[in-house]
């Protein structure tokens, strides 16, 4: 889950074992499973010392899929239409 390079990706919580709960494995992940991946992943993120940094880089970026910076796909579009 890496934009590019960023100086602040090497600190993520998102890297390692648990990336995976950042994406959805396929279109044929139930409401209730995507649910629960992407609670776990924005737990990880509450907990990441870039968050910030990361939210800014996926809304810089127009990230269309996964959670950045603690948000998924319809948060972060929320927020670019405010």
Request: hydrophobic share 35%; aromatic share 6%; with cysteine.
């Amino acid at each position: 889950m890496v934009l590019s390079k960023a100086p602040w990706s090497d600190l993520a919580a998102c890297r390692g074992e648990e990336s995976h709960l950042f994406y959805s494995p396929d279109n044929a992940e139930s409401r209730d499973a995507r649910q629960r991946r992407e609670r776990r992943a924005k737990q990880l993120c509450a907990n990441c010392p870039v968050v910030e940094e990361c939210r800014e880089a996926s809304l810089a970026q127009r990230e269309s899929y996964g959670i950045w910076g603690g948000l998924n796909e319809m948060e972060r579009r929320a927020l670019l239409r405010r």
